[in-house]
């Protein structure tokens, strides 16, 4: 939530307050933790990102939301759906009743 604050962020993914509320509530809401139980490697340009990889494949996480396009390009990874944040919210959006 702290990245999707920035202003900087804010103005380039078009993201509203209400988006950010939203968003709040939805991870208040269905977040969990877990433990890594799959391991990655060689398939992110950064080990870091390596392990946030086994992290999203080990929740079975339907998307990881970055803001890094190296991730993004790959598009997805073992089931997990990589998007921008826009893009995410973009998703969160479609699935709100209107």
């Keep these: 939530m702290t990245t999707l604050n920035r202003d900087r ?9 209400t988006d950010l509320e939203r968003l709040h509530e939805l991870l208040e ?4 933790c877990t433990t890594i139980s799959h391991e990655v490697r060689g398939v992110a340009t950064h ?6 990889l086994a992290t ?11 803001g890094d396009s190296k991730l993004q390009r ?20 479609s699935a709100l009743p209107h």
């Design 74 to 93: 790959l598009g997805s990874y073992r089931g997990v759906i990589i998007v921008s944040p826009r893009g995410f919210l973009d998703v969160i959006e």
């Design 47 to 52: 080990p870091e990102n390596d392990l946030i």
């Design 56 to 66: 999203a494949v080990s929740a079975r996480a339907d998307y990881l939301v970055t």
């Design 29 to 32: 809401r269905d977040t969990a």
């Design 9 to 17: 962020i804010r103005r380039k993914y078009h993201i509203t307050p």
